[in-house]
């Protein structure tokens, strides 16, 4: 079922930072003129092994019928995974991948980066995997802005290790490991994500192919990090928490569409902005126009994507969608290929190194 | 031009001794380089405590760097310094200790007021009480002397002037052993090119200091150490991190790949990311990562792209990464693993060496996880270890653990530079077209169909059409590289692995023996940093008139194809060792020989007296024992 989160959808029309003149894949190859991959170019020989009715199928699905659509030659692209059921996903696509350990991919997939320009490069983790044993690397990747794209997909739960509360269940939840309930409090990963500086932010569902695709497309868009949290089902440890955001009543109730230059809106309610920069919801008849948020992911300042990351509540009471923040900075692989260019002056030659093993100071014995 | 007396020497030892803030190291390190220049041979031991700016004039804060050179080879730093150099009571006492009776010691009285001297527990001078008769005690007012020689910059402060003090005992020293200081002045002059001041107040303050010892009646003699006969070429000092960094860059370069570093700073290998940051010049790319994890993390996933992926780090990091080499060892990539060992365990002695990480490197990992290990055994031979562990790295595609530690890290002596042009031809090949074909016959990739030869997995790295495949830490299958859950595979699977890793020692020099008078019946076998000490011992055993033969291992996993046969020919075979008997644990393990293991772990090089007396009881042991069975 799909529901209208009001993004915009088809190649070309992802919103492009204006200041951002690289995308986050130029350098990469691209098919010649005229040719095109399809879905089952990125279509692995492996059979797939999630549950029935797991979200992840929802997700590869999307990301195989999106990934033709970058137009870029199949061998330049790799997934990089960690430990968890999520990071199975590069088994199943047909490009080059690697299935790492627990947490540890995007600092692999930053060396990788670091090293290749020519390559799109994609991280697939959960909330486990990103947030709890791999929160240092993730959090370090985006303050750095490395080219990378990162797919976290959130189910609120450990499903590989049989149904464990997450850094992203709700307190109270229980679960084989806390039978009187998770003391823990959650993180919000956008919350996370916008602390941690990084440059692209957004938040979608496995539910919504459209929604997905679009959020794909704009984060493939962006040069530097984006972290993309996907709303993931787990049927089997985790059924149907996020099942009233894929009821079209719910879901028009609840989901507050983020939309560059529109309205911050869920049917008939808006989030207003008071003078301290708090963010709330309010009926859109009791709200002061002036004061009606208008969405702005291009914004310099973090603080209102943050404020709006702060919107969401454990009971899906309301649940901002969409792209938070998109800005253009630096990349660290950018920046890193640009200190080493601007360092050389041409091809390293045997004379080179003798000359740097020479050093200063030397002296010759003669025989 | 002086019309003292000169005296010709073959060896002296000198031990630069003061507070972590007097600038020890740099005064030993410029000492270092005069002496170099000059041509002796040498070796250097530079020795400072874990903070950066302990207590000012207490024990714990005393730094020190000793310097051994000689007319002739030197092995070590030597095992007692011939000349301290004590800036403060404190560098005093902490070092007396080590002096041997006759030795000179050159005081700087300024700093031996009531309160420096309660500070480290003297109750009167040292200086006056008569307790310092059994040496030779040059009194000399350092920091006063200095200060007056700077009278005329008015622009500098007190303080300022005093922190040339050091300059000025550099300044005496290398009259003292007229050492030249042209290489001194231009390499105060491009460290304070921006300052001009402070460069001609400490340029002032070593003539002044080299002027002193010229014209005091205190020092009525000077020596010379003549340059020692080394082989014909050209020559550098380095230190062991420096000669491994740049063994680095140079192996990459001869296998044609970017060398890409993953590290987070720890001592002592931090130098090694410090030399490797400055060299962008030559295509290295380094990255301070957010933690060691991750510094080997974004090495390995360099090597994925096609970079020789690089880590460097000391025990306690080459713990945290373990997890990660094990991903390595399935995946099958180069990656070459830095270990600067360092005393343990835990944050054990940060600034102190050991060699306590031999097990930790070939077994600390989960599962059947083999992996290469080499060790360098000088400060220059870390450069040749670096060009080895890249040729085993890149040759099968496996991880290297290079097991350097804090003694030859800092340490230095005198490099005959190789030609990069000479290096091992070590070119990369990647994958680049399918290596088999399906059951219809199609060309098909197979990442895990192996060279007969090495055993290696094809390199196929990203960008390369038709080559698309998955790796990961599960278990694959033979061949395909598919996941594979099948016991007899997985049976299969860690078998290869480690036949691979095995495989290496066909194409490693066999384990040679220096064993003169080739009737030895006492070995000694050592690994790593041990070389230097062990061979000045065994070279102090023979003068003793013992037959002693010695063998050093570079190779640890795996040893080299005779090692088996070297220790079997020998009645007693010592393994001397800083720690507590790992390399002799291996050898009794994989040999059945009855290693006999000699330990020390005080965070120092082993004396090569002492090892020189156990080598010799050794000797005389067995030259008292009945005959060796002959055959009948
Ligand atoms: S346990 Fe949950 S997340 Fe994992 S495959 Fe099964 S349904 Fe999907």
Known sequence: ?367 | MSTKLVQKLDRVVIRFAGDSGDGMQLTGDRFTSETALLGNDLSTLPNFPAEIRAPQGTLPGVSSFQLHFADHDVLTPGDAPDVLVAMNPAALRANLGDLPRGASIIVNTDEFTKRNLAKVGYAVSPLDDGSLEAWHVHPVAITSIAVEALASFTDLTRKEKERAKNMFALGLLSWLYTRPTEGTESFLKSKFADRPEILEANLAALRAGYNYGETTEDFAVSYEVAPATMREGTYRNVTGNVALSLGLVAAAHRAGLPLFLGSYPITPASDILHTLAGLKRYGVATMQAEDEIAGVGAALGASFGGALGVTTTSGPGLALKAETIGLAVSLELPLVVCDIQRGGPSTGLPTKTEQADLLQALFGRNGESPVAVVAPSTPSDCFDIAVEAVRIATTYRTPVIVLSDGYLANGSEPWRLPRTAELPDIAVEFATEPNAVDAKGAPVFHPYLRDPETLARPWAVPGTPGLEHRVGGIEKADVTGNISYDPDNHDHMTRLRQAKIDGIADTIAPLAVDDPTRDAEVLVVGWGSTYGPIAAAVREARARGGRVAQAHLRHLNPFPANTGEVLRGYQRVIVPEMNLGQLSMLLRAKYLVDIESHTSVRGLPFQAGDLADVISAAVASVSHAPLKETAQ
Request: hydrophobic fraction near 40%; include cysteine; proline fraction near 5%.
């Open chain 1, 1 to 367: 079922m799909t529901t209208d989160l009001g993004m915009p959808s088809g190649p070309g029309s992802a919103p492009v930072d204006s200041r951002d003149a690289a995308s986050g894949t130029t350098g990469v190859p691209r098919l010649a003129d005229g040719t095109a991959l399809t879905k089952k170019d990125f279509t692995s020989d492996q059979e797939v092994r999630w549950c029935p009715g797991c979200g992840d199928y929802a997700i590869l699905a999307a990301v195989q019928g999106f990934l033709p659509e970058l137009g870029l030659k199949r061998e330049n692209i790799v997934f990089v995974s960690g430990i968890g059921c999520s990071s199975r996903f590069p088994y199943y696509l047909d490009t080059y991948g690697m299935h790492s350990i627990h947490g540890r991919a995007p600092a692999i997939a930053t060396g990788l980066t670091a090293t290749r320009e020519d390559l799109s490069v994609w991280v697939v983790t959960g909330d486990g995997d990103a947030l709890s044993i791999g929160g240092n690397h993730l959090i370090h990747a985006l303050r750095r802005n490395v080219n990378l794209k990162i797919l976290l997909f959130n189910n609120e739960i450990y499903g590989l290790t049989k149904g464990q509360y997450s850094p992203t269940s709700h307190v109270g939840q229980v679960t084989k490991s806390s039978p009187l309930g998770s003391l823990d409090r959650p993180f919000n990963p956008v919350s996370l994500a916008l602390g941690a500086e990084a440059t692209f932010v957004a938040r979608t569902m496995d539910s919504d192919r459209q929604h997905l695709t679009a959020v794909l497309r704009a984060a493939a868009e962006h040069r530097g990090s984006a972290l993309v949290e996907i709303y993931q089902n787990c049927p089997i440890f985790n059924d149907g928490v996020f099942d009233v955001l894929k009821d079209r009543t719910e879901a028009a109730a609840r989901i507050l569409h983020l939309t560059d230059g529109e309205e911050v809106a869920a049917g008939d309610t808006v989030v207003v902005r008071d003078d301290q920069g708090v963010m709330t919801v309010a009926p859109r008849a009791e709200a002061d126009p002036t004061r009606i948020v208008v969405h702005d992911p291009a914004a310099d300042d973090p603080s209102a994507a943050f404020a709006l990351s702060r919107l969401d509540s454990p009971d899906l009471g309301h649940v901002p969608m969409g792209i938070f923040r998109n800005v253009a900075r630096p990349t660290y692989d950018d920046s890193l290929r640009e200190q080493i260019a601007s360092a050389r002056t041409g091809e390293v030659t045997d004379a080179d190194i003798d000359a740097l093993l020479a050093g200063r100071d030397t002296w010759t014995v003669r025989a």
